[in-house]
């Protein structure tokens, strides 16, 4: 009955203490449930606290270190084989350790590219809708539809498309010919419902090339997206694809593209910026590393993440990227590269500060790290207007 | 059709800070604002917002651990 009253006046009881919602959202709830009092409620929140408060990192902790053991030690439990079915329908999708090194290299061209694309409300229902839009996107090569052969005597290429298939994809004869004409930028001729391209020079070379300009033209479609295979998720349709463009699958009518994703991480951070990409990375390292039934937290792989898209772009976790950039010349030599790395800073005159942890192991002084971070100061100033 | 990319599911809500509101928050954390992770200017939500370098964007992500956090990039 006063259900709505309670919920405001639990909400009140939280003003004082610096909760996240997540956590707060689960003790009114609970609170609810045993509809306590006021008093029994302030009891408990402020013991909440103090468990919470003893929960959190502590300042100085190394929590990199800790993060890169989480990840580490099951890491080397992974399975070393980089191919699997993953239960999406029969497309190959790289899995375990290869795809978790992909996420962490940011490599720009994964080996296996996939992207989910979900449909507007309008396409999801029906099957043939849904096919519909696969057509526009999957990649039609002229070989799928038509059959191409070279006529040496006369110095022509001939077209001839099947019917059937033409039809099935959706296509006239007039847009294949339009399309080979833009391709080979020459004078294509109907004739009897086959297409002849004329070459003028007699050059056996030039009728060569552009018969396979004209074979590797893709006459509907997307270029990247190899395969398109539509599935049922609940009461809508989904498609799946073997390749990836995001850019030009979310400007095909029917997608809905903001729920359409892929699972190329570069990708999102071109298009969707480096907010979402950091939001991938994390989706595609859980996933992977759940999939091979690991169980790390995300606090681990959010921690990454965050040290991949700091300064606003993707950098990889290794000596191209975050390991590499790190202002010490010790530490870096300690990573990997050794020679190069104290060759090169010898010859630009490089001077270590010593501010780190890696380098004044090295040297042997105490550690910047938990109680060894903690200094007398007499007033600690930074940021702001002098 | 115009493509509002902060629409997508993996985009957080990005807001674009007044110069005061920006000023408050560096004094609550005590840092200077070239201390904060960085968003570049040509970011396509950046962009959207019309985010300009020396900017600060408030970013509202959906934490799995907290629910909801608070992050800000400092426009580059």
Same mark, same amino acid.
């Given at each position: 009955?006063?259900?709505?009253?309670?919920?405001?006046?639990?909400?009140?009881?939280?003003?004082?203490?610096?909760?996240?919602?997540?956590?707060?959202?689960?003790?009114?709830?609970?609170?609810?449930?045993?509809?306590?009092?006021?008093?029994?409620?302030?009891?408990?929140?402020?013991?909440?606290?103090?468990?919470?408060?003893?929960?959190?990192?502590?300042?100085?902790?190394?929590?990199?270190?800790?993060?890169?053991?989480?990840?580490?030690?099951?890491?080397?439990?992974?399975?070393?084989?980089?191919?699997?079915?993953?239960?999406?329908?029969?497309?190959?999708?790289?899995?375990?350790?290869?795809?978790?090194?992909?996420?962490?290299?940011?490599?720009?061209?994964?080996?296996?590219?996939?992207?989910?694309?979900?449909?507007?409300?309008?396409?999801?229902?029906?099957?043939?809708?849904?096919?519909?839009?696969?057509?526009?996107?999957?990649?039609?090569?002229?070989?799928?539809?038509?059959?191409?052969?070279?006529?040496?005597?006369?110095?022509?290429?001939?077209?001839?498309?099947?019917?059937?298939?033409?039809?099935?994809?959706?296509?006239?004869?007039?847009?294949?010919?339009?399309?080979?004409?833009?391709?080979?930028?020459?004078?294509?001729?109907?004739?009897?419902?086959?297409?002849?391209?004329?070459?003028?020079?007699?050059?056996?070379?030039?009728?060569?090339?552009?018969?396979?300009?004209?074979?590797?033209?893709?006459?509907?479609?997307?270029?990247?997206?190899?395969?398109?295979?539509?599935?049922?998720?609940?009461?809508?349709?989904?498609?799946?694809?073997?390749?990836?463009?995001?850019?030009?699958?979310?400007?095909?009518?029917?997608?809905?593209?903001?729920?359409?994703?892929?699972?190329?991480?570069?990708?999102?951070?071109?298009?969707?910026?480096?907010?979402?990409?950091?939001?991938?990375?994390?989706?595609?390292?859980?996933?992977?590393?759940?999939?091979?039934?690991?169980?790390?937290?995300?606090?681990?792989?959010?921690?990454?993440?965050?040290?991949?898209?700091?300064?606003?772009?993707?950098?990889?976790?290794?000596?191209?990227?975050?390991?590499?950039?790190?202002?010490?010349?010790?530490?870096?030599?300690?990573?990997?590269?050794?020679?190069?790395?104290?060759?090169?800073?010898?010859?630009?005159?490089?001077?270590?500060?010593?501010?780190?942890?890696?380098?004044?192991?090295?040297?042997?002084?105490?550690?910047?790290?938990?109680?060894?971070?903690?200094?007398?100061?007499?007033?600690?100033?930074?940021?702001?207007?002098? | 059709?115009?493509?509002?990319?902060?629409?997508?599911?993996?985009?957080?809500?990005? /807001?674009? *800070?007044? %110069?005061?509101? @920006? #000023?408050?928050?560096?004094?609550?954390?005590?840092? !200077? $604002? /070239?201390? *904060?992770? %960085?968003?570049? @200017? #040509?970011?396509?939500?950046?962009?959207?917002?019309? !985010? $300009?370098?020396?900017?600060?964007?408030?970013?509202?992500?959906?934490?799995?651990?907290?629910?909801?956090?608070?992050?800000?990039?400092?426009?580059?």
């Amino acid at each position: 009955m006063n259900m709505s009253e309670d919920k405001v006046r639990y909400e009140e009881l939280f003003k004082d203490y610096n909760f996240p919602e997540k956590i707060k959202g689960e003790i009114i709830r609970e609170l609810e449930r045993i509809n306590a009092d006021e008093r029994l409620a302030k009891k408990v929140i402020e013991r909440c606290y103090n468990v919470y408060l003893k929960n959190l990192m502590e300042p100085g902790e190394a929590t990199g270190i800790v993060a890169a053991q989480s990840i580490g030690e099951p890491g080397t439990q992974m399975t070393m084989r980089t191919f699997h079915y993953a239960g999406v329908a029969e497309i190959n999708v790289t899995l375990g350790l290869p795809r978790l090194i992909e996420i962490l290299d940011v490599r720009k061209n994964p080996s296996t590219p996939m992207m989910t694309i979900r449909l507007t409300e309008e396409y999801a229902k029906s099957r043939e809708k849904a096919r519909e839009v696969a057509n526009r996107i999957e990649a039609t090569h002229i070989i799928d539809v038509a059959e191409i052969i070279t006529d040496l005597r006369n110095m022509r290429i001939i077209v001839s498309p099947d019917e059937k298939a033409l039809e099935r994809k959706d296509l006239k004869l007039q847009d294949l010919k339009k399309k080979i004409e833009k391709a080979v930028k020459m004078d294509v001729v109907e004739e009897d419902g086959k297409l002849i391209i004329q070459i003028e020079e007699p050059s056996y070379k030039t009728l060569m090339d552009v018969f396979e300009k004209v074979k590797k033209l893709v006459v509907a479609g997307i270029k990247e997206i190899k395969r398109v295979i539509i599935r049922k998720e609940g009461d809508e349709y989904v498609l799946y694809t073997e390749g990836s463009n995001l850019k030009k699958v979310m400007r095909v009518k029917g997608v809905d593209f903001t729920r359409t994703v892929t699972n190329n991480i570069y990708e999102i951070y071109e298009v969707l910026g480096i907010e979402a990409a950091r939001n991938a990375i994390i989706n595609e390292a859980m996933s992977t590393l759940e999939e091979q039934g690991l169980e790390v937290d995300v606090r681990h792989i959010m921690l990454v993440a965050d040290a991949m898209t700091a300064d606003g772009e993707l950098k990889q976790i290794g000596r191209h990227g975050v390991a590499g950039e790190k202002q010490s010349i010790l530490a870096r030599a300690a990573f990997e590269m050794t020679v190069n790395n104290l060759l090169d800073a010898a010859v630009r005159g490089e001077v270590d500060m010593l501010n780190g942890i890696t380098e004044n192991i090295i040297v042997g002084q105490p550690i910047k790290l938990g109680t060894g971070d903690v200094e007398l100061v007499a007033k600690f100033f930074t940021g702001g207007e002098k | 059709m115009k493509f509002r990319m902060q629409d997508h599911i993996l985009v957080p809500k990005h /807001e674009l *800070l007044k %110069k005061k509101e @920006a #000023e408050e928050i560096l004094n609550v954390l005590g840092i !200077a $604002k /070239e201390d *904060l992770p %960085k968003i570049k @200017a #040509e970011d396509p939500i950046a962009k959207e917002i019309g !985010a $300009k370098p020396g900017d600060i964007v408030r970013i509202i992500r959906d934490s799995p651990t907290a629910g909801k956090s608070i992050v800000y990039r400092l426009v580059i």
